[in-house]
């Protein structure tokens, strides 16, 4: 389940990788918005682009059912699984780097 803003729910089926040790769920940005692009350009093309947060999951039963507009708005955010923290990471290119200078 993503949130876009302003206003704007959007459930994406999309299976992601899952850390059991570190109990993430691990999915990549460059992988989630072309698909977000796709799915608004042609219907809500004012919202592509804008700021969103991946909220947490949904039960596949409950998916179907949303994707089928089954379910309200509100009932569906009823049964999402908030993830607990989300967290960025950034790669840095394998290499030799200065140290900071400190004042």
Known sequence: MIHIQPQQLFLLNKQCKYCPSCDLII????????????????????????????????DKKDWKEGDKNLLSPSEMIGRIYVFK?????????AGWYPNEEKQ
Not at 34 to 43: D, G, I
Not at 85 to 90: A, S, Y
């Open 27 to 58: 999915a990549k940005k460059q992988e989630i918005e072309p698909l977000m692009a796709a799915t608004f350009v042609q219907t809500n093309p004012q919202i592509v682009g804008n700021n969103y947060v991946v909220m947490g999951t949904v």
């Open 85 to 93: 923290d989300v967290w960025n990471f950034e790669i840095i290119p």
